[in-house]
């Protein structure tokens, strides 16, 4: 029995996909599988479905939810016990083993792809970038997400597959492949416009193929954005990649071979990070950083 949770929820067994009923067992399973191989509390799950507007026979509709997901996996799932649900006080354990869950394999490829990076296996890292990337089918538990789900535990992920993201265009711009990754730049800049390092990557990209105009276009969405979303201005390394285009700087171009990378994350909740743009071609320059969520 597989789980993917990289797009909406699905379980798939030997026989097919797995049906698991309605949103309450859903959205049971996806934060159990969030959390696969952990005790959680049975609060943690009241909590998750209801917040503090908790009906008064919560705890019960919890364990009617975990029964009927324990028949769903007693069902379909191997005998050997890869995948198994448990009582485990104060809460509940979902057991899965290793390679039964998406979201696994995607961090997997992401750490392997990191470190080789980090190596000097820029094409065997970013490669593997682009595999663990192709993982996700939409937004993560999309199909409860849609129903207003936002737990922390989902927005980790979220935050994971942008900061890979960002990885991988990186180091496409770094190979001067500014065309290929400038579409999936300016889709996802457009969902998510407060992030500094991502803004500074589509405004090179748009800069590299001749939009001087798109990029500070880009910048100004994301300097408005930063306003009204957390009363902030950019970062000052973000203001000076915009003096930059302002100005033409020849540190820009491909054949200057900047490169991009990333030392400290961001503060939670807000996505400012530092910019700075390094040429090689003799002459000091910047170098992008960004600071993470944790």
């Known amino acids: 029995m597989r789980f993917n949770l ?12 797995v049906e698991f009923g309605g949103f309450n067992h859903r959205a049971i399973a996806g934060f159990l599988l969030l959390r696969a191989n952990e005790v959680v509390p049975t609060s943690k799950l009241i909590q998750a479905l209801w917040g503090y507007d ?22 379909h799932a191997r005998p050997d016990g890869s ?15 290793d390679g039964h869950l998406d979201l696994w394999h995607f961090r997997r490829q992401v750490e392997l792809g990191r470190a080789e990076i980090a190596e000097g296996q820029r094409e065997s890292g970013t490669n593997k ?6 993982l996700w089918r939409g ?17 980790a992920v979220t935050g994971l597959r942008m900061s890979v993201f960002e990885d991988y265009a990186q180091e496409l711009l770094r190979r001067g492949q500014h065309q290929e990754i400038l579409g999936e730049l300016e889709e996802m800049a457009a969902a998510e416009p407060t992030e500094e390092r991502l803004c500074g990557l589509l405004m090179v990209a748009l800069y590299r193929v001749g939009r001087q105009h798109d990029a500070l ?5 994301t300097r408005a954005a930063l306003l009204d979303d957390f009363g ?26 900047p ?35 944790p």
Do not use: F
């Open 54 to 75: 908790t009906p008064a026979t919560s705890r019960k509709m919890v364990h009617n939810g975990v029964s009927a997901l324990r028949r769903i996996i007693d069902r």
């Open 139 to 155: 937004p993560a538990l999309a199909d409860l997400a849609e129903n207003g789900i936002a737990w922390p535990e989902l927005k």
């Open 217 to 221: 276009a880009a910048y100004r969405r």
């Open 129 to 134: 970038l682009r595999s663990a990337l192709a």
């Open 6 to 17: 990289l797009g909406p929820l699905e379980a798939v067994s030997e026989d097919g996909p």
């Open 83 to 97: 995948v198994r649900l448990t009582t485990a006080p104060p809460g509940y354990r979902l057991t899965v083993a």
């Open 232 to 257: 902030l201005d950019p970062g000052r390394e973000l203001r000076a990649l915009e003096l930059a285009v302002l100005n033409q700087d020849p540190a820009l171009n491909p054949e200057s071979r």
């Open 259 to 293: 490169y991009w990378q990333h030392t400290a994350r961001r503060p939670v909740g807000v996505g400012r990070c530092e910019h700075r743009l390094r040429g090689v071609a003799g002459r000091g320059g910047t170098m992008l950083h960004s600071r993470r969520r």
